[in-house]
């Protein structure tokens, strides 16, 4: 019995993960689904092409060309290390030892691509590591990554770096228990796996007994494990849930041309009644025609639309969208990265608010979305110039919300600022946002 | 001065019997800003003097409801779409030219799903148009071997994605065309969108087309083109407000075509 106590402690631990996961994917999924509907699920291809491109393929990571390289030398790294991760969670189950080492050849060339990458992933990081915090780069020195933002970054990156030395470390405590032909690590076959990094840290282990040196390999195996179990969980309660939403988000990412925003079908059915001259106003609604108007635009992120809810949780908080933005870039309150961090932010409160109380209704909360964290005055900013969008790397579009929310205050609250008012009342009344009279709009034919 | 503008109304068409091209939208700022309606004059110019028959709805053209969109008021566009696609529907027109990227993206991408089915260009596209079929030739004139900046129009170049007929435009002017450090895709804004252009900023460092004019200065030029009535007129501020008027002209790229050809 007690030489299965291993095994049985890992598939506790394991198996306690993969709930405490499903458990938070299911809350993300109920958060996501307060949003409301709108169709993102045509043109299939042309979709599946897009996240092939822009989400496996980073493409837009690499328009800014070292953080670029660094991501997807990360990233690369990430996903074939994650083949590694397979071997450990089986060998944990299974009570093996390097159970995959039957590829021999293929195997040493796979340990030795991880251990290279492991390397070249310690480098990026601590690159990351200073370009986040000693080089002064704008965009991570924005207001709203005081505090939390900032931590959960570093954190990240503090994680990445544990664990990656964990890996090295693992491998050169193993290789060295290989070399001195320990039971249950040698293997008449030869040695298992190529070391072409962790051989350099054999010195270090120089003079350990065996005994100790299975203490170090075993340590190491299981906090790189538990580790990695643990930041699995950690993601939902991170801005690093991208590694694996960024995938649906680009997928699920608009595909029409940026500059075509959506038309309101509540406002088409309306104004098609009231340019009707047949039509008669005072009319009882259509039996099964919804008698309260529609809510038209955002006030709350459960007016948002499920796709934008999605993307508040895709968002890595990477800056690219407040970089670009003309309005942030000349000292508006405005920044897009801060309106994703907000939709987010609420969203999640009422997701707490749902975890105590399944019939909890969000719109008694005191605080919601308008107001309580995005200020009219960061809406009011914004040129819709459409540079967050094409600046963000996967598909998320911080513009769609910003209009949502004009949106609420003009036709629900009539809170346009008062120049716009003067546009619009011209417009009604003339045709034309200045006031001139639409009889004279042919007057500069004849004007010299 | 110059010879009479010949500008056709869709009801004179209509009245012959005629259908024409192309329909010329002019958008409002085309019709009424002092200095947009010289951008107008001067692509009737062109139109004018290679033949191309084109109409305008005149005093039956309404504002497209961008602004409106924009600022959020969702009613007021679509009250003023529907209008629109009244009219241009009974005028039954297919092919729409404006020299605004604002009526150029509403029109194209909005309209649609309102009724509004046309082929919209925006004025630089249907120049190149004319150019790849033959019937517009443009050399060098006035502007070659001048150092001349393009700044993209966001609903242009981002929001259609259409980045070289301007550029194309240019380089048949033989200019020597240098780009600014944010172009294309990564172009930023003049401050005029999303409906900024008809109220004041808010609370910031500095404006966005002061900020927008200096990226243009960095690059040393001799004039800087535009491709749009509301870009034009707040990178024109920007370079008064940099007490460069004297040197350097803020010019669409039909302006410059037509000065080229000295119309």
Redesign the interface.
């Known amino acids: 019995m007690m030489q299965f106590l291993p095994q049985i402690l890992f598939v506790a631990v394991f198996a306690f993960a993969v709930y405490f996961f499903v458990r938070n994917v299911k809350r993300l999924k109920r958060n996501v689904n307060l949003g409301k509907d709108v169709n993102r699920s045509d043109q299939k291809k042309k979709r599946l092409n897009k996240m092939l491109r822009v989400a496996l393929g980073q493409s837009k990571m690499v328009t800014k060309p070292i953080a670029g390289a660094l991501h997807v030398i990360v990233y690369v790294g990430f996903v074939i290390i994650n083949i590694e991760v397979l071997e450990i969670i089986l060998d944990g189950i299974l009570g093996t030892h390097r159970l995959f080492s039957f590829l021999g050849p293929v195997y040493d060339f796979l340990i030795g691509s991880f251990e290279v990458l492991a390397l070249l992933v310690l480098l990026s990081v601590i690159i990351f590591w200073i370009r986040r915090n000693l080089m002064n780069i704008k965009r991570f020195l924005s207001k709203e990554l005081k505090g939390w933002p900032k931590n959960d970054a570093n954190y990240i990156l503090y994680f990445e770096v544990v664990l990656m030395l964990l890996f090295l470390t693992m491998n050169a405590a193993d290789y060295q228990l290989q070399l001195s032909g320990a039971k249950h690590y040698a293997s008449e076959a030869g040695i298992m796996g190529a070391f072409p990094i962790s051989q350099y840290l054999l010195p270090v282990l120089d003079g350990l007994s065996t005994s100790t040196l299975i203490v170090v390999e075993r340590a190491a195996w299981w906090l790189h494990i538990i580790g990695i179990l643990f930041f699995l969980n950690y993601l939902y309660y991170s801005k690093h849930l991208h590694i694996l939403l960024a995938f649906p988000n680009v997928y699920f990412s608009n595909l029409n041309p940026k500059g075509e925003f959506r038309n309101l079908e509540s406002v088409t059915s309306e104004v098609k009644m009231m340019m009707d001259p047949n039509a008669d106003p005072f009319a009882e609604p259509a039996e099964g025609e919804d008698e309260i108007p529609e809510k038209f635009g955002a006030s709350d992120v459960t007016d948002l639309s499920w796709f934008q809810l999605l993307s508040s949780y895709t968002c890595t908080e990477c800056g690219r969208c407040t970089a670009e933005c003309p309005a942030n870039q000349t000292g508006k309150k405005l920044s897009p990265r801060k309106i994703m961090m907000d939709t987010r932010d609420r969203l999640e409160s009422i997701g707490e608010s749902l975890n105590k109380n399944s019939d909890h209704q969000p719109e008694n909360d005191d605080k919601k979305l308008l107001d309580g964290y995005i200020s009219r005055e960061e809406l009011w900013a914004c040129t819709t110039c459409n540079a967050c969008v094409e600046a963000c790397p996967v598909g998320i579009d911080p513009l769609s919300i910003i209009m949502d929310m004009r949106q609420y205050l003009v036709m629900e609250e009539s809170a346009a600022p008062a120049e716009l008012n003067n546009a619009m009342t011209n417009i009604e009344n003339n045709a034309a946002p200045w006031p001139y009279n639409q009889q004279d709009r042919l007057n500069w034919v004849n004007e010299s | 001065?110059s010879k009479q503008?010949h500008?056709p109304?869709m009801a004179s068409y209509l009245a012959e019997g005629k259908q024409p091209e192309v329909l010329f939208w002019?958008g409002?700022a085309?019709?009424?800003?002092d200095r947009a309606?010289k951008i107008?004059?001067a692509f009737v110019k062109i139109l004018n003097n290679i033949g191309v028959d084109f109409a305008?709805l005149?005093?039956e053209?309404?504002?497209t409801?961008d602004?409106?969109?924009?600022?959020?008021?969702?009613?007021?566009f679509?009250?003023?779409a529907?209008?629109n696609i009244e009219v241009l529907n009974a005028y039954e027109v297919k092919k729409i030219v404006t020299a605004c990227p604002h009526c150029f993206?509403t029109i194209?991408?909005?309209y649609p799903?309102?009724g509004g089915n046309y082929d919209v260009v925006h004025h630089t596209q249907f120049l190149k148009q004319l150019l790849n079929e033959g019937r517009l030739k443009i050399e060098g004139g006035k502007f070659k071997g001048k150092r001349i900046t393009y700044h993209d129009p966001?609903?242009l170049g981002?929001?259609?994605?259409e980045y070289e007929a301007p550029r194309d435009l240019l380089r048949k002017l033989e200019v020597e065309l240098i780009e600014m450090k944010?172009c294309k895709?990564?172009?930023?804004?003049c401050?005029?969108?999303?409906?900024?252009?008809?109220?004041?900023?808010?609370?910031?460092?500095?404006?966005?087309n002061?900020?927008?004019t200096e990226e243009a200065l960095e690059t040393k030029p001799e004039a800087i083109a535009a491709g749009c009535p509301f870009c034009n007129t707040m990178m024109t501020d920007g370079v008064k407000n940099k007490e460069k008027q004297d040197d350097i002209e803020v010019l669409d790229v039909v302006e410059m075509i037509a000065n080229a050809e000295d119309l």
């Open positions: 001065m503008l500008v109304t002019v409002c085309g019709s009424f800003d309606k107008t004059k305008v005149g005093t053209e309404s504002c409801g602004p409106a969109k924009r600022a959020g008021n969702e009613f007021l679509q009250m003023q529907m209008t993206n194209k991408n909005e799903e309102l966001c609903y981002r929001a259609n994605d944010s895709q990564k172009g930023l804004c401050g005029a969108g999303g409906a900024q252009m008809f109220k004041d900023a808010e609370k910031g460092d500095k404006e966005v002061i900020h927008r």
